[in-house]
Structure formats: structure tokens, C-alpha cells
T-cell receptor, first 114, second 113 residues
Framework: KAGVTQTPRYLIKTRGQQVTLSCSPI?????VSWYQQTPGQGLQFLFE???????NKGNFPGRFSGRQFSNSRSEMNVSTLELGDSALYLC?????????????FGEGSRLTVL | GDSVTQMEGPVTLSEEAFLTINCTYT??????LFWYVQYPGEGLQLLLK?????DKGSNKGFEATYRKETTSFHLEKGSVQVSDSAVYFC????????????FGTGTRLQVTL
């Protein structure tokens, strides 16, 4: 079956712009979570959505937001981009209704902010 | 808060050598522990996991034992292959945090012939 699909794979933006990243989870998975990966900070949890509701949130400023649609697809948005937002953004989906199920990661969207 | 500390890389080994990547953690409660692997240009893949003290996770020749007394979850493999070259991440998930994983900084492994 198809894995987690993230689009776009690569993008370049300038400071002050905003960006929207998309994630299509594995069919049947209702939980989608987002992580930011940078050389300096490593992998950090952004937020998790389940059935269109944000279930958990990491320590990121309000410029980072997300949402989930009724088909479980998710988007994350970063407004007023800063140089430090350059990162690989990873999406993961899970089958679990409660608690924790194995996370399946996409290949990521690599954002470069100039 | 929760944290995971991994040994610094890169780790360079010859094929068939023994591998150990150290991982220690700090967490309240009873976390579950994981090792993920990231091959070049790919996302993360779950390598193995352990959900309670003294559990041993194993997969593809890799093993790790959940040691609560030393708060450790070291990754080992008896004989590495060139195809094992990747970045390895230790992670924990604490009780009640759904899909929130806390990751270590990752350890790059390079295996040469």
C-alpha cells in the first residue's frame, strides 16, 4: 500500500513569506503528526492531529500551525518565515485510535528560507 | 522535561565489525523506547522498540535492551554491513503523549568494505 506522501519535496522561500506543506497519510490512518528536523536542533515535535482535532502540540511559536481534513490529509503552515525555519519537515501517520501506534514517516519536505 | 542523549558520530566501522551506539534518557514515568533509522534521502523507519523495563527489541540483527536502572537503551549489532550505513535515532515516548516522540540528535554510521 502507498506510504505517507508529502508535497512539495523541496521548496525555496524568502524571509517574511508563508508556506503550506501537505501530508497524505497511509490509507486508514487517522493520526498525523509533524516534526521539524534541523542540524542544530535535531528532530522536534510540532503537533499531532487526530480526527481533525489537534491532540498534542510542541513548543513552537504561533507562526507554526496545522490542520487536518475529514479525509485525514493534513497541512501545516508557517507564516512570516525566518531563516531559522529552514529545515526538513517530516510528517508521520499512525493507525492508533488511542495511545501509540507505530509511526510511518514520509520522506519530508525540505524548506530553504533565503 | 524528557530528553534523549546519544553518542556523537560519525561512527566509522569496517564491514563485519561489532556496533554499539549508546543512548541514555531522562523521563518521568515509564516511557517506551525506540530506535529509528534514516537512510539517505528517505524518511525515518522504525528499527525496533521496547515498551517496558528489561524488554529487548530486535530487528534485522539489531538489538537493544531497555535498562531502567541505568536509563539506557544501547543499540548493538554483531556484524554490520555496508547497507547499514545510515543515521540512527534513539527516541522515547512518554505515557499519555500520544504520537509525541522525543528524539536524540542522531548518530551517523558509515560502514566500509
Amino acid at each position: 500500500k502507498a506510504g505517507v506522501t508529502q508535497t512539495p519535496r523541496y521548496l525555496i522561500k524568502t524571509r517574511g513569506q508563508q508556506v503550506t506543506l501537505s501530508c497524505s497519510p497511509i490509507s486508514g490512518h487517522r493520526s498525523v503528526s509533524w516534526y521539524q528536523q534541523t542540524p542544530g536542533q535535531g528532530l522536534q515535535f510540532l503537533f499531532e492531529y487526530f480526527s481533525e482535532t489537534q491532540r498534542n502540540k510542541g513548543n513552537f511559536p504561533g507562526r507554526f500551525s496545522g490542520r487536518q481534513f475529514s479525509n485525514s490529509r493534513s497541512e501545516m503552515n508557517v507564516s512570516t518565515l525566518e531563516l531559522g525555519d529552514s529545515a526538513l519537515y517530516l510528517c508521520a501517520s499512525s493507525l492508533a485510535v488511542t495511545g501509540f501506534g507505530e509511526l510511518f514517516f514520509g520522506e519530508g519536505s525540505r524548506l530553504t528560507v533565503l | 522535561g524528557d530528553s534523549v542523549t546519544q553518542m556523537e558520530g560519525p561512527v566509522t566501522l569496517s564491514e563485519e565489525a561489532f556496533l554499539t551506539i549508546n543512548c541514555t534518557y531522562t523521563a518521568t514515568g515509564y516511557p517506551s523506547l525506540f530506535w529509528y533509522v534514516q537512510y539517505p534521502g528517505e524518511g525515518l523507519q522504525l528499527l525496533l522498540k521496547a515498551t517496558k523495563a528489561d524488554d529487548k527489541g530486535s530487528n534485522k540483527g539489531f538489538e537493544a535492551t531497555y535498562r531502567k536502572e541505568t536509563t539506557s537503551f544501547h543499540l548493538e549489532k554483531g556484524s554490520v554491513q555496508v547497507s547499514d550505513s545510515a543515521v540512527y535515532f534513539c527516541a522515547l515516548r512518554n505515557t499519555g503523549t500520544a504520537s509525541k516522540l522525543t528524539f536524540g540528535t542522531g548518530t551517523r554510521l558509515q560502514v566500509t568494505l
